[in-house]
């Protein structure tokens, strides 16, 4: 029995990694532990013939999404407003390239990446049950308590990574199920996401799960997928129940509605508090631009320029010390790595739009999760992360490794 788990586990361990990536992402930096191991094994995949052959291949799609990444971060570290960090954040990038193409060449059979789908699925799936349980008990499987802002389950402190994680990997969930499991299992994955996240309160989240709901009501429209189609025809009606239960249940989802519904009112205070105090760091993001309109203020150093930029009073620097990006990837990208990172951005969504149309229609459909991941991660007009912090980078090359493990130009 030993000597088959280890036989297994010798063919199995990259996708093992990846899959505990996912499960660690809730615990601060654990997270880094598989990412790094798949960056370092990168080397020793080099040292032979057959994987330096598999890396030449995949080149042609990864190296192009990395220079677009990772040169505007080099540029922007020369005179930054926090050299020590920006030049850092720079140099510790290059794991992402790394562990990307590890990805690509370990998880080059199918049986592996579907080995990463199903365990990366049934995590998804836990963490939303895990939430259900602390929001009707007060506590999750694991004791954590229900943080007085948001739902949190295994996140913890914090909280605010819950639903948007959630939400921009439903797409893993929802393709796995749709291929493998039965029409109602599939609507019932669906609940269960959706309403996950629509508890946590998070509406970065709930503008996910739209395009994510819009997506696939698109895709089961489709001649092959007419096993699913009466549940496809459900989708409206289920995400509206959903939508209902959850804002009876939970007192922090009406508190959302109700701040997103401010919006209405046309005056600057209400779309301050709709927008969670944001609308200062949007402007002071702005007003960096046009102050480093080349290479921005630099990597990782938002919140030393917010501190010069912002304006007297500013609500965040009286109560916070300032900000620390700007929630939106434009304009954290305008901010932090100016015109050059804006090019970066666009050059990127380019070669990505182009090395898709590559993709043989087989290898496209097995991508397709990964990519609409990606999608909802990098959406512009949505809340996010610090799209140059650990957290979301990580989050990133991991979905490019997978999808280089299916690239077949």
């Known amino acids: 029995m030993i000597k088959l788990l280890m036989s297994r586990m010798r063919i199995e361990w990259p996708a093992w990694l990846v899959v505990s990536f996912f499960a660690l992402l809730p615990f601060r930096r654990l997270s880094e532990i598989p990412l790094s191991l798949l960056a370092l094994s990168l080397p020793f995949l080099l040292s032979q013939e057959a994987y330096r052959a598999r890396v030449r291949s995949l080149l042609p799609l990864v190296l192009p999404l990395f220079l677009c990444f990772w040169l505007p971060m080099v540029l922007s570290s020369f005179d930054s407003f926090l050299p020590e960090k920006s030049w850092s954040t720079s140099l510790a990038a290059i794991r992402y390239f790394m562990a990307a193409l590890s990805i690509g060449v370990l998880l080059y059979t199918a049986s592996l990446r579907w080995l990463v789908l199903r365990w990366t699925s049934y995590l998804l799936i836990f963490w939303a049950v895990d939430g259900f349980i602390q929001l009707t008990f007060g506590y999750d499987l694991f004791g954590i308590p229900l943080h007085p802002d948001r739902l949190n389950a295994l996140f913890s402190e914090k909280f605010q990574f819950y639903g948007p994680t959630l939400a921009m990997l439903s797409p893993l969930v929802f393709e796995y199920t749709r291929r493998r499991w039965p029409a109602w299992a599939w609507g019932a994955s669906f609940v269960v996401i959706l309403g996950a996240v629509m508890i946590s309160g998070m509406r970065a989240g709930w ?163 990964y990519l609409v991941a990606l999608v909802l991660v990098l959406f512009p007009f949505n809340s996010h992360f610090a799209i140059y912090g650990t957290y979301l980078s990580s989050l990133i090359w991991i979905l490019i490794g997978l999808w280089a493990a299916s690239w077949k130009r």
């Open 207 to 369: 503008l996910a799960m739209g395009m994510v709901v819009f997506a696939y009501f698109v895709l089961m429209l489709r001649d092959d997928n007419k096993a699913l189609r009466r549940t496809t025809l459900a989708i409206p009606f289920l995400s509206a129940a959903v939508i209902l239960l959850s804002y009876l249940a939970s007192p922090t989802v009406q508190d959302r509605v109700e701040r997103t519904l401010a919006m209405t009112q046309d005056v600057e205070s209400a779309l301050d508090y709709a927008s969670s105090w944001r609308m200062p760091i949007f402007e002071t993001s702005v007003d960096m631009y046009r102050a480093h309109p080349v290479n921005g203020v630099g990597v990782r150093a938002f919140r030393p320029a917010y501190l010069h930029y912002a304006p007297p009073g500013d609500v965040h620097v009286a109560e916070s010390g300032g900000a620390f990006h700007a929630h939106n990837i434009i304009l954290e990208v305008m901010a932090d790595t100016g015109t050059i990172g804006l090019l970066g951005l666009v050059l990127g969504f380019a070669f990505a739009f182009r090395a898709w149309r590559l993709m043989t229609a087989p290898n496209r459909q097995e991508a397709f999760p």
